[in-house]
T-cell receptor, first 116, second 112 residues
């Protein structure tokens, strides 16, 4: 079964450093997402991406965050200057169609980001 | 922002019993709901979905019930197995956008 792949599984960084989280969505999907989950809390939406541009973003997704699809397979989340409160599990997801049409999200296993 | 919450943070059931996990949502404009299962160290996995024009949908050993009057969603798992132990999230998708809103999650523990 096709799956969303995320690397690395764990990332430790110093506060103020830049990090890039990488994702390979399912190959024929069109919509890409980043979510995050702070330990013990709910999964929170960060951003959705379609047709090489951001289609929707949450208030969490401020100027420190950016996303990119540098080639036909990768989808990255960059945090320019990490803060302690950025520590969380970051999930990439993809779907084949507009979510409201009933297409389900497929999630990766996540990258655990720890900011020290 | 939107609010999707779960009534019980933890639930323990005996193997073979039925499990019921509940979820309340706040946005009456939501028209699509999904239950996800999250095992330790893994991302959320799709279990079952339901659209707002339905009250009930059944899958393999799972049933989702939607009560739009009280904005309540439930997941029923029949003959619960040890492999069902996980955190279960409900998610709602408003008809005004394409982002999911997740609840906090209920941790289900199946006792052998």
């Amino acid at each position: 079964e096709p799956e969303v792949t995320q690397t690395p599984s764990h990332q430790v960084t110093q506060m103020g450093q830049e990090v890039i989280l990488r994702c390979v969505p399912i190959s024929n999907h069109l919509y890409f997402y980043w979510y995050r989950q702070i330990l013990g809390q709910k999964v929170e939406f960060l951003v959705s991406f379609y047709n090489n541009e951001i289609s929707e973003k949450s208030e969490i997704f401020d100027d420190q965050f950016s996303v990119e699809r540098p080639d036909g397979s990768n989808f990255t989340l960059k945090i320019r200057s990490t803060k302690l409160e950025d520590s969380a599990m970051y999930f990439c997801a993809s779907s084949g169609n507009y979510q409201g049409g009933g297409e389900k999200l497929f999630f990766g296993s996540g990258t655990q980001l720890s900011v020290l | 922002g939107e609010s999707v919450g779960l009534h019980l943070p933890t639930l323990s059931v005996q193997e073979g019993d039925n499990s019921i996990i509940n979820c309340a949502y706040s946005n009456s404009a939501s028209d699509y709901f999904i239950w996800y299962k999250q095992e330790s160290g893994k991302g959320p996995q799709f279990i079952i979905d339901i659209r707002s024009n339905m009250d009930k949908r059944q899958g393999q050993r799972v049933t989702v019930l939607l009560n739009k009057t009280v904005k309540h969603l439930s997941l029923q798992i029949a003959a619960t197995q040890p492999g069902d132990s996980a955190v279960y999230f409900c998610a709602e998708i408003p008809n005004t956008g394409n982002q999911f809103y997740f609840g906090t999650g209920t941790s289900l523990t199946v006792i052998p």
